[in-house]
Structure formats: structure tokens, C-alpha cells
T-cell receptor, first 110, second 115 residues
């Protein structure tokens, strides 16, 4: 089955700096890659996604890049703010079934 | 985005009893619903995939007789934890999609504590 690895597990940045989280996947048939933000005790919220026919997607301060050949994708957050602090999960989906990374705890220090 | 409602949000039950968790898609027809379990500070682990009108597909290691899933309509799936034990205490989350690679929407989760 699919295996998704996510790094780093924890990330601490200063407010205004950029944060980058990377994921690799194993199943070349996976074709949809969402990123979720989860605050403590709450549901995961989709923040951005990318499909396998696209290499990059941007939405304001958030961007995702996908390298299908290398089977890795990354989340980029620019101009980080304290409210960006949360756990971020990547996922790889094939035929509707998602496999999640282990999560990255992002802390943005004011 | 679409709304998925999960109830209850918190439940405490005695060991040996059963607990039912409901997952409803409020404004779209969910052909597929997924049930996840999440331990503290860990990722979401898929337990089973449920398609409307058919039997759920369970992931390896998940006991289908313990975690009963029913997806009787396009807007409702239920997870029943039977004969619950303290080790079943966890955060259970459902998600719903309209199928294929459409966006998945998550319920708010259920914190189950078995005492």
C-alpha cells in the first residue's frame, strides 16, 4: 500500500519567516495531494491541495509543489504568523483513499 | 466548503458497553465515507472505507466485528464500537467525499473515553 513520510516532525520559526514541510510518497498511482491544518482537538482543515497534473499551486501565503518523478511534495508558508501554529498533515490519495503523513507541529514565535 | 457533522463530539462509556457515532453529510451526497482513529499527537489512521449500500472495507488489523460500520444512505454513516474497552479510547474522525478524487470533508471528531 501507500506509504507517506513527512518531515520535519516539529518546526519552530520566528514570525515573518517562511516554513517548509516536505512529504514523500511511494505509490506512483496516487494522484491527489491535500494538506491539512489541525488545531488541538479539532478536525483537520484543508488548506491547499494539488493534483498530479500540476507542478505548483499557490494561494496567498501558502504554496504547494509536486515532483511526480521524485514522488515528493512540499508545503511552503511565507510570512508566518502566530495563528499558523498548528499540526500540519500531508496526504496522498489514490482511488479516493488517503494515506496521511505523521504530521508536523509548527510553532510560530511572536 | 461542504459540511460534515459528527455526533457525539464527546462520549464517556463504561467498559463492555457499545457506543454509536454518527457521521452526516449535510449538504451533499457522500458516496464514500472514511473512518479514522487518531491517538494523541499522532496521525490519522484509516480504519475503514464505507460506500453507500455496500459492506465496509476494513484496513488490516481493524476488527470488523468490533467496529461495526453502516452506510445506509448517501448522507449517513455510523460507527459502532462494540464491547468497548479502555484501549479503545481515542479520537475518531469521519470524512466524506462525493467519490473519486474530490475533496474530502471531515467531521468534527468524537472523543471516546472508556472507563
Amino acid at each position: 500500500g501507500e506509504n507517506v513520510e513527512q518531515h520535519p516532525s516539529t518546526l519552530s520559526v520566528q514570525e515573518g519567516d517562511s516554513a517548509v514541510i516536505k512529504c514523500t510518497y511511494s505509490d506512483s498511482a496516487s494522484n491527489y495531494f491535500p494538506w491539512y491544518k489541525q488545531e488541538l482537538g479539532k478536525r483537520p482543515q484543508l488548506i491547499i491541495d494539488i493534483r498530479s497534473n500540476v507542478g505548483e499551486k499557490k494561494d496567498q501565503r501558502i504554496a504547494v509543489t509536486l515532483n511526480k518523478t521524485a514522488k515528493h511534495f512540499s508545503l511552503h508558508i511565507t510570512e508566518t504568523q502566530p495563528e499558523d501554529s498548528a499540526v500540519y498533515f500531508c496526504a496522498a490519495r489514490r482511488a479516493g483513499k488517503s494515506t496521511f503523513g505523521d504530521g508536523t507541529t509548527l510553532t510560530v514565535k511572536p | 466548503g461542504a459540511v460534515v457533522s459528527q455526533h457525539p463530539s464527546r462520549v464517556i462509556c463504561k467498559s463492555g458497553t457499545s457506543v454509536k457515532i454518527e457521521c452526516r453529510s449535510l449538504d451533499f451526497q457522500a458516496t464514500t465515507m472514511f473512518w479514522y482513529r487518531q491517538f494523541p499527537k499522532q496521525s490519522l489512521m484509516l480504519m475503514a472505507t464505507s460506500n453507500e449500500g455496500s459492506k465496509a472495507t476494513y484496513e488490516q488489523g481493524v476488527e470488523k466485528d468490533k467496529f461495526l460500520i453502516n452506510h445506509a444512505s448517501l448522507t449517513l454513516s455510523t460507527l459502532t464500537v462494540t464491547s468497548a474497552h479502555p484501549e479503545d479510547s481515542s479520537f475518531y474522525i469521519c470524512s466524506a467525499t462525493q467519490g473519486g478524487n474530490t475533496e474530502a470533508f471531515f467531521g468534527q471528531g468524537t472523543r471516546l473515553t472508556v472507563v
